[in-house]
């Protein structure tokens, strides 16, 4: 009975595991392609990764983390750490709802906010 709860719950451990790669993935607007390239891996080897739950080498999760625009802890399917400097109130609200866009977009947010402020910096 014992080993049958042990593999439940690794069952469901890995189900989560393998969802959360693929998820991220999606909501960074990339596809396995794109992510591959970016981290020089091949795409057999991302897609095996999404389907099983298994992890990536260790020398990986660095630069794929930063390309999905998420912390390790976040890629490796952790509580995001605590204290992450991000700005309270309205701008905090407003950094979240960037920080959940795909990709594309949040660049689209970024070239938009850097021109307002070289204007800041021109009018000084």
Excluded at 85 to 92: F, T
């Amino acid at each position: 009975m014992q080993e049958f709860f042990s593999e439940v719950s690794y069952a469901v451990i890995m189900a989560a595991k393998k969802s959360q790669l693929r998820r991220l993935r999606e909501n960074a607007g990339m596809s396995l392609r794109e992510l591959a390239r970016i981290i020089d891996e091949q795409p057999t080897n991302l897609s095996y990764w999404e389907r099983t739950g298994k992890l990536p080498r260790a020398d990986l999760l660095a630069p794929m983390a930063d390309a999905l625009g998420v912390s390790i802890e976040e890629l490796l399917g952790l509580p995001k750490p605590k204290g992450n400097g991000k700005p309270g109130g309205r701008l905090g609200d407003v950094v979240d709802r960037i920080s959940q866009m795909p990709r594309r977009q949040r660049e689209r947010v970024v070239g938009i906010v850097e021109t307002v402020l070289a204007g800041e910096e021109a009018q000084k």
